[in-house]
């Protein structure tokens, strides 16, 4: 029996609301958007500009240098504890 406000599909199944629709005799769910919980990041145009790849490079260059030097000329005069907490601090 039919209410007021449903219609009947090509199959002959009714969808209570506009939302549903029938196709091929199988009611399918209305289609649900999907919200993004992270907010959306901003895409940059180009490549990242010459003084900023320098700055960066220069930084992580003297980082894994003062972490070599560390290791060649400080790691074997110092004890266990001492070796560990430098670790720690260089890998932060």
């Known amino acids: 029996m039919r209410t007021s406000g449903e219609r009947v599909g090509i199959s002959g199944v009714t969808a209570a609301n506009d939302d549903e629709v029938t196709v091929r005799g199988r009611r399918r769910e209305p289609a649900v958007e999907r919200v993004s919980e992270r907010p959306t ?43 560990q907490r430098l670790l720690r601090k260089w890998c932060r």
Do not use: K
């Open 41 to 83: 990041m901003h895409r940059r145009s180009g490549p990242t500009p010459v003084p900023i790849r320098i700055v960066r490079s220069t930084r992580v260059f003297a980082h894994v240098v003062g972490g070599l030097a560390t290791t060649v000329f400080v790691f074997p005069w110092v004890g266990t504890p001492t070796r």
